[in-house]
């Protein structure tokens, strides 16, 4: 039976047009679109706001009419999903995005981060624009009433789990884009300048508002740091005299009337002379971090427990105020906190239209009950804070206790109250909350687990695919929760037998895999049911040899002898699991017969197989580091892009050759060059964090390898079988070449990868890589500038503390730096800058004994002379750590610096071969022209870091990789200027 429906059209008209209604979304928009030759494949069904849904509503692409239950004649809308989003960013200035209106606020934030290259963007969320400017951005006029007492100020974020559309969002409305969580700015680098100057100025917006209280001192401070940033150095002609700063712009309200505040602001901004400016939005940021009530997101509610329920009906108004730690109940006059409660001591809570009850636990003798209109919002609030707490301890290696140690149990309920397992929050779907809310965030809990008994994924009977697909997404559930608790496995296993199990069963699932393949394209005597039955069998013991990997993994973290590999080895384990998932996931489709789905499937089989040796080479050989894993992927996609373009023109070329059997020759050559390039992209990054693996790099070889012959053979029957213009000939030849080289450089590539070593830690994870040697320069500055302000004087009692406090900071940062470059260096080297920095505490702690001295006796000449010896010996010490540790890490910076270089050129390149096919003739030949000038000196750029590697110490080495840097980051000048003119030509905007 079929469905009419009403189709208003891109073009103005409505047209009446049936399906089926079993059709999903997006196969009704591809209807719509062979129907009327109108649209494309950025265009999705939309329903017309309407009195049911009032400000319309996209329709999920996987979703049939049938589950919409769609009338007969309902009118649908067919229009294009990507808008232009214009939103400020705090410091005023307006990005415009190109998002999806399908998409929710959560992913669109995730699109508008990426543009911005921010970290965290989880942590960042939209609110409509409202402070500043109308719905439409036009600046709005300020009201001149004042606002009630303890009125909370409508914040305006917007939903995450909901897209614009369902918000009353128009096209032409001006969005804010701000951080709403405060969690990780603890790991600010300080070299992201778009990532240090937003959260600057939302900082200082919350200190010159009163938003975070601070004492007179920290008040002065973050008005000096701001008159740094915003002035520059301290200069006498022009930051003296009564008016020389409009102290409400730089201090909270309470201080800028106070008297003499200037003098003290003046004092503190002349210390901060040669202070870069984002060095010192930097440390306004540190500053404002410090803070005890730094992050702190407040509202107005009503307040009831059983003590309070028993006194009086009403209830009383608090504060309540979330951080990225804990909730606090704060007196709303006296802004005295009268309660606190971190989040890991909630033990649950429910959440109604109009009010939220907590459960403390042993932690509170009663619940808990609060009441606010905002009941959503704040729910929003700590159920991202929970998400985030999990994430960061999954990824830092931290374990959640068990027990009174719980994370929070959310509760979703409508009147009755909800009765929830207690365990760790979670944002998979629970079959066991009583009720829903209409409308609100849903969030939910992961299923408890029998604890005696096996895994409830080892407890599904695999009858076929479909059951093992569940068991699947059962063991990813099991593992992902694995990483964020305490490893509780014991094993009598030795480390060298867990890796033999691990590399025993990551084989055998590959084996499997392509068995598999070879099940769905061989005809089986028993037909379709003979093919499922086999392919049930090889999933049975797929997962049997994934049961196995799981487990080894798990007892892996319990070992000391993988040390931090343990948590990487169970990330891998559950990349490999959702990898399976897929591939089973895609096989039941192929074993339809659906020709796509078994294309997909055969891509699939890739990347199980190479997940496989993620596993085993993660237990051998650790983890490449980021820089490495960064040079591989872009070096991979750069590869298979020029394998691809080489296969695009000979196909054209091709067209010539009479030859029938020639022509199916070179037919069947360029099939095999397709599976090639699919077989690069995908296993150079699935593979990139194990590269430095040797069988990694043998997997890696095999596929070049092959890829290159085939690029040989491709070659030679074109030109033997077709009559090409010798123009046309060279072309082909070229192509062929920069082929082979792109391919040949990721082989290169993968011998110059190093592993992240384990055991000691770096102490600062605000240094990013290839940036070891700018920071250790800049520390040994800031110590030499501290000196000569400790010797100039030390005479100067006030002038002693403060230098003394330089010296100190600059000392601290410098150990910091070469606590990180020993992390990444041999056992000797590792232990003798061990001792430096010990040697420079000890000298530190005399100093410190000697300036003591010194303020004790303000006018003692022998007291300063100890604190001008014990500086000389600590500046000393110092000077010999920056000439052992500061050349490793300049050295470290300048290779990590060339494998980024190699990777930004690879992936402009790729980037640029796949526009060409938009331009014009005489346009690609320019822009290709400069790809080949680009990568002409990429090889001898590998060559110098390979030799460096091997000689880390040799002079000659290093020169000669310094030489070849600059050589080779000359030419890619000339791709980028071309690139820049030639975008304004390029229509499509994901190509552009």
């Given amino acids: 039976m079929s469905h009419t429906l009403k189709v208003n059209l891109p073009s103005g008209s409505t047209k009446a047009i049936r399906f089926a209604p079993e059709m999903s979304m997006s196969e009704v928009a591809h209807s719509i679109n062979e129907k009327t030759r109108e649209g494309g494949d950025d265009h999705g069904v939309f329903i017309p706001p309407n009195p049911e849904e009032i400000h319309g509503k996209w329709l999920a692409p996987d979703r049939t009419i049938a589950f919409f239950d769609l009338p007969q004649d309902a009118l649908i809308e067919y229009k294009k999903r990507h808008r232009a989003q214009k939103s400020r960013l705090l410091d005023d ?548 892009a020029a394998l691809s373009y080489l296969t695009d023109i000979t196909a054209k070329q091709a067209e010539y050759v009479s030859d029938p059997q020639a022509y199916q020759g070179i037919r069947s050559v360029l099939a095999q060059m397709t599976e090639s390039c699919e077989q690069i992209a995908i296993n150079s990054e699935v593979l990139a964090p194990v590269g430095a693996h040797p069988e990694v790099r043998r997997k890696l070889a095999e596929v070049a390898t092959e890829a290159v012959r085939q690029v040989a053979v491709v070659v030679n029957l074109v030109q033997r079988a077709s009559s090409l213009p010798p123009a046309q000939t060279d072309v082909l030849v070229n192509k062929a070449n920069e082929a082979t080289s792109a391919i040949n450089m990721l082989l290169h590539a993968a011998e110059i990868t190093e592993v992240t070593p384990h055991g000691l830690k770096a102490e600062s994870s605000e240094i990013p890589d290839g940036q070891i040697g700018e920071e250790f320069q800049a520390a040994s500055s800031a110590l030499t500038a501290a000196f000569a302000m400790l010797r100039s004087g030390v005479s100067n009692p006030e002038a002693l503390q403060e230098s003394f406090k330089a010296v100190l900071s600059a000392t601290n940062r410098l150990v910091t730096s070469c606590k990180t470059v020993a992390a990444t260096a041999d056992p000797d080297t590792q232990q003798r800058l061990l001792n430096s920095a010990k040697a420079a505490f000890e000298c530190t702690a005399a100093l410190s004994n000697a300036v003591k001295g010194a303020l004790k006796a303000p006018g003692d000449r022998a007291a300063q002379g100890r604190v001008l010896d014990a500086a000389a010996h600590l500046q000393t010490v110092a000077q010999n750590m920056v000439v052992d540790a500061g050349k490793i890490a300049t050295v470290s910076s300048l290779s990590d610096g060339s494998k980024r270089m190699l990777a930004d050129i690879s992936s402009l390149v790729a980037a640029t071969r796949a526009v060409t096919s938009v331009m014009g003739e005489a346009q690609a030949g320019t822009i290709l022209k400069n790809c080949k000038d680009a990568t002409e000196n990429l090889p001898k750029l590998i060559s110098t870091i390979k030799r460096l590697q091997s000689d880390t110490t040799s002079d000659k080495a290093q020169v000669d990789l310094l030489d070849a840097a600059q050589r080779t980051a000359l030419p890619p000048m000339t791709l980028v200027a071309a690139t820049k003119r030639l975008a304004l030509k390029v229509l499509d905007q994901n190509m552009k």
């Avoid at 365990?423 to 629970?430: L, R």
Wanted: charged share 25%; with cysteine; aromatic share 6%.
């Fill in 93 to 640: 200035t307006v990005k415009t995005v190109l998002v999806d209106e399908s998409q929710t606020i959560s992913e669109i934030v995730m699109t508008i981060a990426k543009k911005l290259n921010l970290k965290n963007p989880e942590e960042y969320s939209l609110q409509r624009d409202l402070s500043k400017d109308d719905d439409h951005g036009t600046p709005k006029k300020k009201s001149k009433e004042k606002e009630p007492e303890g009125k909370e100020k409508d914040e305006g974020w917007l939903k995450p789990n909901s897209i614009l559309g369902e918000q009353g969002i128009p096209p032409e409305q001006l969005l804010t884009f701000k951080k709403k969580f405060f969690f990780n700015d603890q790991n600010v680098d300080r070299n992201d300048a778009v990532q240090v100057h937003l959260l600057y100025v939302q900082c200082r917006d919350a200190i010159v508002e009163g938003k975070y209280p601070t004492n007179k001192e920290e008040a002065v401070m973050f008005a000096a740091l701001q008159c740094q940033i915003v002035k520059g150095d301290f200069q006498a002609a022009r930051d003296t005299g009564s008016s020389w700063i409009n102290l409400k712009e730089v201090l909270a309200p309470e201080y800028a009337k106070t008297k003499g505040i200037d003098k003290d602001l003046q004092r503190e901004y002349k210390k901060l002379i040669n202070m870069s400016e984002v060095n010192a939005k930097y440390r306004y940021v540190q500053l404002c971090r410090s803070l005890k009530t730094y992050g702190i997101t407040t509202f107005l509610v009503g307040m009831k427990n059983d003590e309070t329920a028993k006194k009086s009906s009403k209830p009383r108004m608090v504060l309540f105020g979330i951080t990225r730690e804990s909730i606090m109940f704060v007196d709303p006059e006296t802004k005295e906190v009268e309660k606190s409660y971190r989040l890991t001591k909630i033990k649950r809570w429910a959440a109604a239209d109009k009010n939220i009850t907590f459960d403390f636990g042993d932690y509170a003798d009663q619940y808990t009950t609060i009441y606010t209109e905002k009941s959503d919002e704040i729910a929003g609030l700590i159920s991202g804070y929970i998400d985030i707490i999990l994430k960061a301890r999954r990824e830092a290696s931290k374990t959640v206790k068990t027990g009174d140690e719980n994370l929070a149990v959310e509760e979703s309920v409508a009147v009755r109250r909800g009765v929830a397992a207690q365990s760790v929050t979670s944002s998979t779907t629970s079959s066991y909350a009583t009720g829903q809310r209409t409308g609100a965030e849903q969030r939910t809990n992961m299923t408890s687990r029998n604890l005696t008994g096996p895994p409830p994924s080892q407890q599904v009977q695999i009858t076929d695919l479909k059951t093992a697909l569940h068991a699947t997404e059962l063991l990813m559930d099991e593992l992902l929760d694995s990483i964020a608790q305490t490893p509780t496995h014991t094993t009598t296993l030795t480390a060298q037998q867990i890796r033999q199990q691990l590399a025993s069963g990551a084989t055998g699932i590959a084996q499997l895999a392509g068995s598999m393949l070879q099940d769905l394209n061989t005809p089986h005597t028993g037909g379709i049911a003979g093919m499922r039955s086999a392919l049930t069998s090889k999933a049975q013991q797929m997962m049997a040899n994934m049961f196995t990997i799981s487990k080894n993994s798990q007892n892996a973290m319990s070992l000391e002898d993988f040390q931090d590999q343990g948590m990487d080895m169970m990330d891998a384990s559950q990349k490999l699991a959702a990898t399976i998932a897929k591939l089973l996931k895609t096989s039941i489709a192929a074993a339809e017969g659906d020709p796509a789905a078994q294309e997909a499937f055969r891509r699939e089989v890739i990347g199980a197989q190479a997940a496989t040796l993620w596993v085993s080479g993660m237990s051998e050989t650790g983890k490449a580091s980021p820089v490495s894993q960064i040079m591989i992927i872009e070096m991979g996609k750069n590869a298979s």
